[in-house]
């Protein structure tokens, strides 16, 4: 049994299980369970609309595998935003593997296309999306990424789901030269319930040393800090988050203990370019891809991960508190290929 199938079976027993249990005994769990399959499913309609549908209808010109088949896919891959090298590699990948199993038929391969995507995320590895949270003392979240790839809202989305796990949530304003960033973070942290530390025209490192000595006296567990996304000037950035991290592990040993980057899905291989860029001058943990359900090209997920080598660990399909995601590369698959199931 392939990948596909086993993530396909899975999905179908656990809707089947949830169709058995009476409205009234479904547990929270369950039920937040589903509404995440049914986030996910919402959110990549526009991919799923745009690219499934091509490789299913591709599946239907050509019966039989051949050149013209894999020159049509290569396009399709490339206009999913899965990316040029990652696109080349895959259809390499694939060519053996049609070679070694001696695949004819084109229906049999479309699961084989699935299961190699899922392969080229996952690629042996230990992929985790979880959070490093801390039993002892604050987790810091240091959030990085350019101007209006939704970075602050992200910020605010994350507190609310924390503040919902019950933690005591404090956001840090680092970004602290740009006109209205202070009082916009602080206006989310009154809305979230959030405790707040920020001052306008100040240097971010100090008012970052500030916040995390405020966080430690009222017992923060989640303390999310704010920076400036300004990638102009890559070396004048470097500096400042060097100076940030020399700080933040002064007040709070081996913090932050996530570096998260947010990147806005729908700008394709320009996301894919930041990454790269914020990767050269930031340890970074992990990605936040924002604004997905507003694209056709959820592709980035796969290349994203190819190229920069970095786990997404939230996913953004909307603008309610309740739209940001923790990433799950089964329901990410599921979500983009249910009309195939």
């Known amino acids: 049994m392939g990948l596909f199938d086993k ?16 409205e009234n005994e479904i547990t929270e ?10 986030t996910y499913d919402k959110g990549l309609e526009k991919t799923r609309k745009e690219f499934v549908s091509k490789l299913s209808l591709l599946g239907i010109k050509y019966h039989k595998v051949s050149e013209e088949y894999f ?3 290569e396009n399709l891959l490339i206009m999913a935003d899965i ?12 060519r053996d593997r049609v070679k070694k199993e001696k695949i004819t038929d084109t229906e049999y391969l479309t699961e084989v296309i699935v299961d190699e995507l899922l392969i080229i995320y996952v690629n042996g590895e230990s992929i985790s999306d979880k959070i490093n949270i801390q039993e002892d003392g604050p987790t810091v979240i240091l959030m990085v990424g350019v101007n209006g790839v939704g970075k602050t809202t992200t910020i605010a989305k994350l507190a609310h789901k924390y503040q919902k796990n019950g933690k005591k949530v404090m956001l840090i304003a680092g970004d602290t030269f740009r006109a209205g960033a202070v009082a916009q973070l602080e206006d989310w942290a009154n809305k ?27 017992n923060a567990d989640i303390v999310l800090i704010d920076t400036a996304g300004r990638l102009q000037n890559k070396v004048n950035l470097m500096k400042e988050l060097e100076k940030i991290n020399k700080v933040i592990d002064r007040v709070i040993p081996k913090a932050p203990h996530e570096t998260l980057l947010v990147i806005d899905s729908a700008t394709g291989q320009n996301g894919i370019m930041q990454a790269k860029a914020f990767k050269e001058i930031t340890n970074i943990t992990g990605l936040v891809l924002t604004k997905m359900d507003g694209t056709a090209k959820g592709g980035i997920v796969l290349a994203i991960k190819e190229e920069v080598n970095i786990p997404v660990k939230f996913i953004g399909f909307g603008e309610k508190m309740t739209d940001l995601q923790n990433f799950d590369i089964e329901k990410y698959i599921y979500g983009l290929f249910k009309d195939m199931m």
């Not at 993530?7 to 009476?22: D, M, Q, T, Y």
């Not at 990316?83 to 694939?94: A, M």
């Not at 001052?199 to 006296?217: C, F, M, R, T, W």
Request: aromatic share 8%; proline share 1%; net charge negative.
């Open 192 to 218: 979230t319930k959030s405790l707040f530390y920020g001052k306008d025209n100040a240097d971010p490192a100090s008012v970052i040393y500030d916040g995390l000595e405020q966080a430690k006296n009222e």
């Open 71 to 73: 020159e049509e896919l």
């Open 29 to 38: 769990e369950q039920k937040e369970e589903q509404e995440n399959i049914e």
């Open 83 to 94: 990316g040029v090298n990652t696109t080349f590699e895959f259809l390499d990948r694939l």
């Open 7 to 22: 993530i396909k079976n899975k999905f179908i027993k656990k809707k089947e299980e949830i169709e058995e249990i009476k």
